[in-house]
């Protein structure tokens, strides 16, 4: 997988259980980081209904984490954040983190986002702005089809 977008956090003392290392609930929290810094980078702000500027009202299907190491207090870890697909209503993150100390990867995770209508809360067509956007953006790696 090709990342262009990367963030990094550092674990916090609240983020560790008993045995010294991240507890698995919070690395949802550091893909939804991950996720909101990468429409932060391409320019979309947060409006104070929580929602982005862009136009989308989204919402989160689906989350899936594959771990693969630990991670520790106070060690730096990158989230990198990517769009693979695209369809009708709906899109799909893949993210991976790492250790910023020696690459090693830590977890591997998908979330699926539908568009709703901002008005009945129903799945809505993404706009085809949104959809250039993440063209541009992605490059050629980037998969759109018709699909719901």
């Known amino acids: 997988m090709e990342f262009k977008h990367k963030t990094t956090v550092r674990v916090r003392t609240f983020e560790i259980d008993s045995q010294g290392i991240v507890h698995n609930s919070n690395y949802l929290k550091y893909l939804e980081i991950g996720r909101v810094e990468y429409k932060r980078n391409l320019g979309y702000k947060i409006l104070k209904n929580g929602l982005f500027d862009d136009g989308l009202k989204v919402v989160v299907v689906h989350n899936s984490i594959d771990y ?3 991670a520790f207090i106070d060690e730096e870890l990158n989230i990198f ?5 695209i369809k ?3 899109f799909c993150f893949e993210q991976k983190i790492e250790k910023v100390k020696d690459g090693t990867i830590v977890c591997e995770g998908k979330g699926i986002l539908v568009n709703l209508n901002p008005k009945t809360n129903q799945p809505e067509t993404i706009e085809e702005k949104f959809i250039i956007e993440m063209e541009n953006f992605e490059g050629k790696k980037l998969q ?3 699909n719901k």
């Open 68 to 70: 693969k190491g630990f």
């Open 88 to 90: 009708n209503s709906s």
């Open 144 to 146: 759109i089809t018709d």
């Open 81 to 85: 954040t990517r769009i693979a697909w």
